[in-house]
């Protein structure tokens, strides 16, 4: 406790050590995307609980995964969002004003909700690569490699998903 008051009277900040300036546009971009996964996730879990019919086994683990992994990266942006100095959105309330991802209503039909999924994934990685534009501009490297995998990883899903539905 006490090195925590220390290191506050220093008034010490990520970014005297980091090196990285101008960070305000990756930060709100991040704070999109946050929101963005935020939305996602529960629709995702919306998916899990309603999809019926005969891939129900199938859909019902392969949403779970989907959305333990939303998780994940819900995380991993918001931490993103702490090291470059900014405090994450948490509220939902914050999130349905940042949004580009919508929410869905109750989706029981397996191929309805993977074509919404791949919609997401469509404008999830329009994201992310604006973001990566404006990363490169100020050389924060660091959030280049985060999306860059998260766009390798969503465009291998959608080669999945594209070969399930067809
Ligand atoms: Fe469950």
Known sequence: MEIINYLKTL?????????????????????????DFQIHYTNLRGFHWNVKGKDFYLLHEKFEEMYDDAAEKVDEIAERILMLGETPLHRFTDYLKTNKVKETGVVSSGEEAVKIILDTYKQLIASERALIEKAVEIDDEAT???????????????????AFLG
């Open 11 to 35: 008034n010490m900040k990520t970014l005297d050590f980091t090196g990285l300036t101008n960070v305000q546009k990756v930060t709100n971009g991040l704070q999109q995307l946050l929101a």
């Open 144 to 162: 280049v490699a985060l999306l860059s995998d998260y766009i390798s990883e969503q465009e291998k899903e959608i080669w999945m998903l594209t």
